[in-house]
């Protein structure tokens, strides 16, 4: 009985993303029929960009790093109730903050990597910080204040790699710092192909804090304020001291994935080869989409990272335009928290009810 | 080079036209108790079909109109989802600007074939509206005249929003919806109607702004065009506390900063330094209307908590 329940359970949570996803696939039909592609030989290119040899899975799973790490640190601020939407900012503080540590502090390359690893937390994290601070001494809503400092910090970190920190020895000059030390790269984890080690530390980061929210103290604290913070405080939990410890996390690891793209693919802080790709945005969309569950972030975060390279293969392979994915990705999410399978669910039940007391 | 002169206030006025329309916009939808975040999105949409209504009727009128309806649909898109399926109306809103983002570049395809910006000489932009007796006056006449008509109706826009929230009967219900929606809802009134009225409003007012950043000072289209306007009305909208007035005060503020960080790059001064200026000084301003955040949740806002 209890097993069954828990089944049920599984299956209502599946339904809901399942329907979005169908009803997305479906928009993306109609727009690829309007342009006179063939639908199903589309979404076949599609899969076969995303998934179709060794060296595009390991493409869609580099992609899918800094998505799932995004995902996973606006998975804790959603579960504490927080509506953070600073990620992008955090990211980049992150990401340049750890290619200026892995240039300039002194030691041997694992010494450089871990002090970029740690740059690059901390910078998002006390990024993330401040916003949170603000909203707790001063009421300054969180939601602004977090999209106001965006801006911010993509402004900074532009400058500091335009003026200072630039590296004016190339030809061409762009707005970039100077490449980091091989022994300080994030190991690939095949030979020849993108993916790399920050994608094993995203997945292990994916497990530890599924096991932190769902078995812990802590993260019950963290779980309760998002649930009821009346209820929370009530229940001798301290309100301010739990949003700040999960909104520095947050941030951290939004930090975090942006360190990786520097020490795993770029090996340098470029300006806009973070913001452009809307890492930011799409890591927003996996935790929604997985209802900020850590192991579903990382899956929905691998899912959208396919629709994403796979579109691209779709591109170089057909006439139809990239942007499919992002009209499929909107849908999606359009869908992802509507109501629509509850009725469905609802008139079953109540069928089953019917028939079980007849 | 003065730092400030008359044509320094002339781009102000002309930067906040279209955060000004968006803003009042999304106030309708926070009195009504939707936090719409897609506001970037219905600008977009507002944008592009006000492009496509020009290009094939070769008319400016109908160019805004289409614009409109453009962002009316989207935005009906939008209620459909946060009101008759309940989704989360914040969710719904990032959906929005992605999938209006992912339409327009895919209609620049799909109708221009071009990719990146559309433009076509034989198009025609916004007139610009010279009012007569005010035209004549030394300094005011060259601050108020010779805008496009857009920027005429968003300050308009705010006024009329402000004597129908507290002048009509019908404001003073939306007012109560957003205050109590199921005290609304026992009271009688239609708060879905009331809801779906705020939303195809906020798609009219979204459209034009979009009709403004299309057809107003050069006449294009290019992807993502908004670039964040629609978030910043959006702070313009939260910092104005959803009261009309206060949003044209807020977005004045905005257009200020916004112009005086253009005027400072003439001042040896790093462009990105002088591009946070509206960013810093709207947070700084958040700070002062501290102990009015409490009542703006009353209004409807929803907090970050």
């Known amino acids: 009985m209890n097993l069954q329940r828990k089944l049920q359970q599984l299956l209502r949570s599946l339904v809901q993303p399942l329907t ?109 910080l401040l916003a949170g601070w603000m909203e707790t001494r001063f009421k300054v809503q969180l939601l602004i204040s977090t999209l106001l400092l965006n801006y911010v910090a993509v402004l900074f970190a532009g400058y500091l790699v335009s003026s200072p920190f630039q590296d004016k020895s190339g030809s061409a000059a762009l707005a970039q710092t100077h490449m980091i030390d091989q022994a300080a790269w994030l190991p690939k984890l095949f030979q020849g192909m993108s993916v790399h080690m920050g994608f094993v530390i995203a997945i292990v980061l994916a497990i530890i804090l599924y096991i932190i929210l769902r078995f812990t103290s802590a993260g019950y604290e963290v779980r309760m304020l998002g649930y009821n913070p009346f209820f929370a405080e009530y229940g001798g939990i301290n309100k301010i001291k739990v949003l700040l410890f999960s909104m520095f996390f947050s941030g951290g690891i939004a930090g ?73 990705q909107g849908v999606l999410i359009l869908f992802v928290t509507a109501k629509i399978t509850m009725n469905w669910w609802k008139v079953k039940k109540k069928a089953g009810d019917i028939h079980g007391a007849a | 080079m003065e730092l400030l002169d008359l044509s320094f206030f002339t781009s102000a006025i002309r930067m906040i036209s279209p955060i000004l329309l968006a803003a009042l916009g999304g106030a309708l939808c926070a009195r009504v108790g939707i936090f719409n975040v897609g506001l970037e999105g219905l600008i977009l949409a507002g944008a592009f079909s006000a492009i496509v209504g020009n290009y094939y009727s070769g008319s400016v009128l109908v160019a805004v109109l289409v614009g409109a309806l453009g962002s009316v649909l989207v935005s009906l898109l939008f209620g459909l989802a946060a009101i008759r399926l309940k989704a989360n109306p914040i969710v ?14 895919f209609g620049l395809r799909a109708i221009f074939d071009v990719k990146g910006a559309f433009y076509d000489k034989n198009m025609e932009g916004l007139p610009k509206l010279d009012i007569p007796v005010i035209e004549g006056i030394p300094v005011v006449g060259k601050l108020l005249s010779g805008h496009s008509p857009l920027v005429y109706i968003a300050f308009l826009a705010g006024i009329l929003l402000y004597i129908f929230f507290y002048r009509t009967v019908t404001g003073f219900r939306v007012l109560a919806v957003g205050k109590n929606e199921a005290a609304a809802r026992s009271l009688g009134l239609k708060v879905t109607v009331l809801q779906y009225g705020a939303i195809v409003a906020c798609g009219i007012l979204c459209g034009l702004a979009g009709a403004q950043l299309s057809l107003g000072q050069v006449t294009m289209f290019t992807e993502g065009m908004t670039a964040g306007r629609g978030f910043i009305a959006l702070v313009a909208m939260m910092l104005g506390q959803s009261h009309p007035i206060g949003i044209v005060g807020s977005s004045l503020l905005f257009g200020l900063m916004d112009a005086l960080s253009i005027r400072l790059q003439g001042f040896s001064m790093p462009t990105q330094f002088t591009a946070m200026l509206p960013y810093i000084i709207t947070i700084i301003a958040m700070f002062f209307l501290k102990d009015r955040g409490a009542d703006s949740q009353l209004s409807g806002q929803q907090s970050s908590r």
């Open chain 1, 256 to 328: 975090l994935a942006g360190t990786v793209e520097v020490l795993g693919s770029q090996y340098r802080y470029v300006e806009g080869s973070l913001t452009v790709p809307g890492y930011a945005w799409t890591g927003l969309m996996a935790a929604l989409l997985a209802n900020s569950n850590p192991l579903g972030t990382a899956v929905a975060a691998i899912m959208l990272a396919a629709l994403q390279t796979g579109a691209m293969g779709m591109e170089r392979n057909t006439e139809v335009p990239l942007e499919i994915a992002s009209v499929i």
């Open chain 2, 92 to 105: 719904a809103g990032i959906a929005i600007n992605f999938l209006v983002l992912g339409l327009t570049t």
């Open chain 1, 20 to 128: 979005a996803v169908l009803i997305g696939l479906l928009t993306g039909a109609v727009a690829i029929s309007i342009v006179g592609a063939s639908v199903l030989e589309t979404y076949k290119v599609m899969w076969d960009g995303a998934f179709g040899n060794f060296y595009f899975v390991t493409a869609t799973l580099a992609r899918a790093t800094p998505i799932i790490l995004i995902g996973l640190g606006l998975a804790i601020a959603f579960r504490a109730g927080v509506f953070n939407m600073g990620a992008e900012g955090q990211m980049v503080l992150g990401a340049v903050s750890a290619a200026l540590a892995a240039l300039y502090v002194p030691g041997s390359g694992i010494i450089k990597m871990l002090s970029a690893l740690v740059a690059g937390f901390l910078a998002g994290g006390l990024w993330s």
